[in-house]
């Protein structure tokens, strides 16, 4: 154990040679007792650092790192420490001065923190939220931004085996995200390498989501114990409530797909209808859209939004299924909806609701929708044909225009169930806020195959 005068001259000559934007030492006040390293995630800007505002808030000394140009820290912080084994090797040095080490990060930061788990052991905790361990592979952040792994620090699971890090302490990833979904199908050959695991029921921003739950803090303190409150408060689960391997496996694969343009993710998001996770239902929605499936996309669509509501990437998907279905009636209630919410990312959404022309376009009624009569006729001339189908599609555009006809809305629903668009006239339902809109629900929901 050192002393803090040893303390500053350590920093000094370890640290005083490397790029001032991407490494600061706060020595705050407790002396060699606990010092914190905390590695920045991507697109921090240069001379910034990730968590600074919380980190002001804890006591100990901070080390907090950045890296140039996305780099996954492979090319280290800059000045004399230009590889992430030099950079390693001099946290370690630094690290031994005090009597405590916690090793912290998100995404590219959380790659870091892992891998100075797994080398040392400094009496602390890690805390790894969203990380890599694996560099480079398809359609990763990693790759996005062009890193270059270094040698065998490209996969830290290889470079340091399935047990667990010399330094204890949790992993968390996002069970709604298609890249930790890559890293979570992969836990049954990872072992004990991530420590204890579990995932939050929201994206990549993993931290954002705990610091929205006011439980961030707790989980830099004590992760084991942060974890422990988190899922009594199901605020995290364990792996398996959120999926099984295989499913976060497809999730991964048919985004990778997608992201190739390759048609055969159209196959892989056939394959799961029914999991109810937001990310992999946003992600059928995006899929089964571009595939030219715009009922199914719309249905996907309201499924991501249900699990996950008011989420801005969710609602984007369905108001571009509606789009894309040329819904106007769908539309213009969603819009209606969209203006009551003040956050930037809901404008968004309006705004291509707006340009896509629908919301001044609702058509009239056709004259086949006036009474139940006239409906009833078509529908039967439809049915003898074996043009039920392309009929209730027809009417699932004009639902939305229904809510204060409850007797003709009521017909107009038995159509489109008639056709065995079920799932269609569910997500439409869902969409409803007409009396007696609950009841109807429930009946087609009755209707539902059961998993």
Same mark, same amino acid.
């Given at each position: 154990?050192g002393? /803090?005068?040893?303390?500053?001259?350590?920093v000094?000559?370890?640290?005083?040679?490397?790029?001032p934007?991407?490494?600061?030492?706060?020595?705050?006040e407790?002396g060699n007792?606990?010092?914190?390293?905390?590695?920045s995630?991507?697109?921090?800007?240069?001379?910034?650092f990730?968590?600074?505002?919380?980190?002001?808030?804890?006591?100990?000394?901070?080390?907090?790192?950045?890296?140039?140009?996305?780099s996954?820290?492979?090319?280290?912080?800059?000045?004399?420490?230009?590889?992430?084994?030099?950079?390693?090797?001099?946290?370690?040095r630094l690290?031994?001065g005090?009597? *405590?080490?916690?090793?912290i990060?998100?995404?590219?930061?959380a790659?870091?923190?892992l891998?100075l788990?797994?080398?040392?052991?400094?009496?602390?905790?890690?805390?790894?939220?969203?990380?890599e361990?694996?560099?480079?592979?398809?359609?990763?952040r990693?790759?996005?931004?062009?890193?270059?792994?270094t040698?065998?620090?490209?996969?830290?699971?290889?470079r340091?085996?399935?047990?667990?890090?010399?330094?204890?302490?949790?992993?968390?990833?996002?069970?709604?995200?298609?890249?930790?979904?890559?890293?979570?199908?992969?836990?049954?050959q990872?072992?004990?390498?991530?420590?204890?695991?579990?995932?939050?029921?929201?994206?990549?921003?993993?931290t954002e989501?705990?610091?929205?739950?006011r439980?961030?803090?707790?989980?830099?303190l004590? /992760?084991?114990?942060?974890?422990?409150?988190?899922?009594?408060k199901?605020?995290?689960?364990?792996?398996?409530?959120?999926g099984?391997?295989?499913?976060?496996?497809?999730?991964?694969?048919?985004?990778r797909l997608?992201?190739a343009?390759?048609?055969?993710?159209?196959?892989?998001?056939?394959?799961?209808?029914?999991?109810?996770?937001?990310?992999?239902?946003?992600?059928r929605?995006e899929? +089964?859209?571009?595939?030219?499936? /715009?009922?199914q996309?719309?249905?996907a669509?309201?499924?991501?939004? *249900?699990?996950?509501?008011g989420?801005?990437?969710y +609602?984007?998907e *369905?108001?571009?299924?509606l789009?894309?279905?040329?819904?106007?009636g769908?539309?213009?209630?969603?819009?209606?909806?969209l203006?009551?919410?003040?956050?930037?990312?809901?404008?968004?959404?309006?705004?291509?609701l707006?340009?896509?022309?629908?919301?001044?376009?609702? /058509?009239?009624?056709?004259?086949?929708?006036?009474?139940?009569?006239a409906?009833?006729?078509?529908r039967?001339?439809?049915?003898?044909?074996?043009?039920?189908p392309?009929?209730?599609?027809?009417?699932?555009?004009?639902l939305?225009?229904l809510?204060?006809?409850?007797? +003709?809305?009521?017909?107009?629903?038995?159509?489109? +169930?008639?056709a065995?668009?079920?799932r269609?006239?569910?997500?439409c339902?869902?969409?409803?806020?007409?009396?007696?809109?609950?009841?109807?629900?429930?009946?087609?929901?009755?209707?539902?195959p059961?998993a």
């Open positions: 154990m002393h /803090p005068g040893r303390i500053s001259r350590d000094e000559t370890l640290f005083g040679r490397a790029d934007d991407f490494v600061r030492f706060d020595p705050g407790d007792r606990v010092l914190w390293v905390v590695a995630h991507v697109n921090v800007p240069k001379g910034k990730a968590q600074t505002r919380i980190f002001s808030r804890i006591r100990g000394a901070k080390l907090l790192l950045n890296c140039a140009e996305n996954w820290y492979q090319v280290g912080v800059g000045g004399d420490f230009t590889s992430i084994a030099t950079l390693v090797a001099a946290v370690g690290s031994e005090f009597q *405590r080490a916690h090793f990060g998100h995404s590219m930061g790659y870091l923190a891998a788990a797994h080398s040392f052991d400094r009496g602390g905790h890690f805390l790894a939220t969203s990380p361990a694996v560099l480079g592979g398809p359609a990763t990693s790759q996005d931004n062009g890193v270059v792994p040698g065998d620090w490209g996969d830290l699971i290889a340091f085996g399935a047990a667990a890090p010399k330094t204890p302490g949790v992993t968390l990833f996002g069970a709604h995200d298609p890249v930790d979904a890559l890293f979570l199908s992969g836990l049954d990872a072992g004990a390498f991530y420590g204890e695991v579990a995932v939050a029921p929201h994206h990549h921003g993993v989501y705990l610091t929205g739950q439980h961030y803090r707790p989980f830099l004590s /992760p084991c114990k942060g974890l422990k409150q988190a899922r009594e199901g605020w995290v689960l364990d792996c398996h409530m959120a099984r391997t295989a499913q976060f496996g497809l999730f991964n694969k048919a985004y997608l992201r343009g390759d048609s055969a993710a159209l196959d892989a998001v056939q394959a799961d209808a029914d999991w109810a996770n937001p990310g992999w239902q946003a992600l929605a899929v +089964l859209r571009k595939a030219g499936h /715009p009922e996309a719309l249905v669509a309201c499924s991501a939004d *249900r699990a996950a509501p989420r801005p990437s +609602l984007r *369905r108001a571009r299924a789009v894309a279905l040329g819904d106007a769908g539309a213009v209630a969603m819009a209606r909806d203006r009551e919410r003040t956050h930037p990312k809901f404008r968004r959404v309006l705004v291509e707006e340009a896509s022309g629908l919301l001044g376009a609702a /058509p009239d009624l056709p004259d086949w929708l006036s009474s139940r009569v409906l009833a006729a078509v039967d001339a439809a049915a003898r044909r074996g043009g039920l392309d009929l209730a599609r027809e009417v699932l555009v004009h939305a225009r809510e204060d006809r409850p007797d +003709l809305l009521d017909a107009a629903f038995q159509v489109v +169930l008639d065995g668009l079920r269609s006239a569910l997500a339902a869902e969409r409803l806020s007409a009396p007696g809109a609950a009841g109807l629900e429930q009946r087609i929901r009755a209707l539902m059961r």
